[in-house]
């Protein structure tokens, strides 16, 4: 089993930044791929950015992209999301997700195997 814990989440106004960690454990050798996601209350989890060790390739969701920044340290197999220039729609629960390898970046929740707990993000205007 893998377990991933987030942290990093808060309040903060339109314009602010954060940055969300997630920290792997266990049988993470497998684990090739690293995501974030964000579920809206009321609304479906959302694809923001994902990671691979394997390419250290990274890739974004339109609605993020230019403004978040997925990183990641192998020494602490933690991944990281810098968020910039939050705006009041990025408020959302946000999730870390793991899976093993794909060819193709998996955007789907269903595609991952291994989730964290959720960190909430509460963006003020």
């Known amino acids: 089993q893998v377990q991933l814990v987030e942290s990093g989440g808060g309040l903060v106004q339109a314009g602010d930044s954060l940055r969300l960690s997630c920290a792997a454990s266990g049988r993470t050798f497998n684990i090739d791929i690293m995501a974030w996601f964000r579920q809206p209350p009321g609304k479906e989890r959302e694809f923001v950015a994902a990671?691979?060790?394997?390419?250290?390739?990274?890739y974004y969701g339109d609605s993020v992209e230019g403004r978040f920044t997925i990183s990641a340290d192998n020494a602490k197999n933690a991944v990281y999301l810098q968020m910039n220039n939050l705006k009041p729609g990025d408020m959302a629960v946000y999730y870390c997700?793991?899976?093993?390898?794909?060819?193709?970046?998996?955007?789907?929740?269903?595609?991952?195997?291994?989730w964290g707990q959720g960190t909430q993000v509460t963006v003020s205007s």
């Open positions: 990671f691979t060790w394997s390419g250290f390739n990274t």
């Open positions: 997700a793991a899976r093993s390898y794909s060819s193709t970046w998996p955007t789907q929740p269903q595609l991952y195997d291994y």
